[in-house]
């Protein structure tokens, strides 16, 4: 059994989505156009080069797991106005901590055919994940500048399991998906209106960023 045909069924036991790309640097453009979140390194090199993170990078493997729902706010409909709306990352279980555990599962699990050193990232200041999601074929870029996937649609965290080992099979994308020319789901559903067609996230807009960057 090959290293694909292990992460394939580790996947499908899980429940999980997944790609396997090459460590090469990303293109840089994207990056340099966009604001840059509050939390995520500002040094292009550590956003695009795997390298920089495992040294010897040479191949990666990107896990989606699914989002829960979270809990339904118990919002009194006579008082609806004055109850705050949560984010469902804020209702659920902390996701960094389940993705990072199935990563290990995973890389445990491929040690026991293969040695090799890794490094696992998950909604790191250092690599740009959603870029290597991209490549691995997991989905492609919405307007929300969110990956969305034909499984999950939008509601999926990404992890990374970089490798110093090469692999032969890969998944990058070769879909031409993308938005609906019309679709304005995520533009009408964003509530300060950060998401507007054919401009950049409008980062004093957004509250996920406003709660977010330092002072």
């Given at each position: ?50 390298s920089v993170v495992l040294p010897g990078a040479l191949s990666v ?24 709306q949560l984010s469902s990352l804020g209702t659920n279980d902390d ?102 067609p054919g401009y950049p996230l409008d980062t004093a807009k957004c ?9």
């Amino acid at each position: 059994m090959d290293i694909f045909e292990i992460v394939q069924a580790f996947a499908a036991t899980h429940g999980c989505i997944f790609g396997i790309c090459d460590a090469s640097p990303l293109d840089t453009a994207r990056l340099e156009q966009s604001a840059f979140v509050p939390f995520v390194s500002r040094d292009i090199k550590k956003r695009t080069c795997p390298s920089v993170v495992l040294p010897g990078a040479l191949s990666v493997i990107v896990l989606g797991v699914g989002a829960s729902q979270g809990i339904p706010a118990q919002n009194n409909a006579d008082n609806a106005d004055n109850m705050a709306q949560l984010s469902s990352l804020g209702t659920n279980d902390d996701y960094h901590i389940k993705v990072k555990h199935l990563l290990r599962e995973l890389a445990d699990e491929l040690l026991q055919h293969i040695s090799f050193e890794y490094k696992i990232l998950v909604d790191s200041p250092t690599l740009d994940e959603r870029a290597f999601a991209l490549r691995a074929g997991l989905g492609f870029y919405g307007r929300n500048k969110l990956i969305i996937s034909s499984e999950f649609g939008t509601r999926f965290n990404i992890g990374l399991l970089l490798m110093d080992i090469p692999q032969d099979t890969t998944t990058h994308s070769t879909s031409q998906a993308k938005c609906p020319p019309n679709c304005r789901l995520c533009i009408n559903a964003c509530p300060n209106g950060a998401l507007q067609p054919g401009y950049p996230l409008d980062t004093a807009k957004c509250i996920s960023y406003l709660t977010q960057k330092r002072n």
